[in-house]
T-cell receptor, first 112, second 116 residues
Framework: KQEVTQIPAALSVPEGENLVLNCSFTDSAIYNLQWFRQDPGKGLTSLLL?????REQTSGRLNASLDKSSGRSTLYIAASQPGDSATYLCAVPSGGSYIPTFGRGTSLIVHP | GAGVSQSPSNKVTEKGKDVELRCDPI?????LYWYRQSLGQGLEFLIYFQGNSAPDKSGLPSDRFSAERTGGSVSTLTIQRTQQEDSAVYLC??????????????FGAGSRLTVL
């Protein structure tokens, strides 16, 4: 059974800082890994999906990397803005499955 | 539709009553997932539908929970004899199944269930 851990659980930073959010998982025989954003009281929004054959994906100020052998992924946020404040969730399926297991998330606050 | 639609957005019910939650996935998406998110907790997988295959029900917490998907589209999650611990946000997601693993999940806004 896949277990997903996200560190840190919470983060508060001033605007403009570059951030690294961490995700680790126990079963590395995965099809993909996804990063989501959840705003308070809202559903989840997909940010990036990395397929197992890829090492990273980029979208705007976001860059996600994947190291399957060590069971780790990082989400890098460049030049953070107050609008980035949200909870960031990492989702990883068990080997051979398309059903993601979610981490508990990192709650990010970017203050002006 | 353009996105995943869930209804109702909010449901307050009394302990012991049955509730039905509906999910309308993105047209053409063959995979549909139900999760629940309790206050301060992570997302807990409930059930997964893929095309005409038998659903993966391994996440359903008890036999009071059931789900069906009619015509490969709309899904209904039913909770019988609701308990206070069933209070949570129930989230539905759909994806276009791709063997390459590029199955991006699109989530609905969720149905918030409160059991008094």
């Amino acid at each position: 059974k896949q277990e997903v851990t996200q560190i840190p659980a919470a983060l508060s930073v001033p605007e403009g800082e570059n951030l690294v959010l961490n995700c680790s998982f126990t079963d590395s025989a995965i099809y993909n890994l996804q990063w989501f954003r959840q705003d308070p009281g809202k559903g989840l929004t997909s940010l990036l999906l990395i397929q197992s054959s890829q090492r990273e994906q980029t979208s705007g100020r976001l860059n996600a990397s994947l190291d399957k052998s060590s069971g780790r992924s990082t989400l890098y946020i460049a030049a953070s803005q107050p609008g980035d404040s949200a909870t960031y969730l990492c989702a990883v399926p068990s080997g051979g499955s398309y059903i993601p297991t979610f981490g508990r998330g990192t709650s990010l606050i970017v203050h002006p | 539709g353009a996105g995943v639609s869930q209804s109702p957005s909010n449901k307050v019910t009394e302990k012991g009553k049955d509730v039905e939650l509906r999910c309308d996935p993105i047209s053409g998406h063959t995979a549909l997932y139900w999760y629940r998110q309790s206050l301060g907790q992570g997302l807990e997988f409930l059930i997964y539908f893929q095309g005409n295959s038998a659903p993966d029900k391994s996440g359903l917490p008890s036999d009071r929970f059931s789900a069906e998907r009619t015509g490969g589209s709309v899904s209904t999650l039913t909770i019988q004899r609701t308990q206070q611990e069933d209070s949570a946000v129930y989230l539905c997601a759909s994806s276009a199944r791709q063997s390459s693993g590029a199955n991006v999940l699109t989530f609905g806004a969720g149905s918030r269930l409160t059991v008094l």
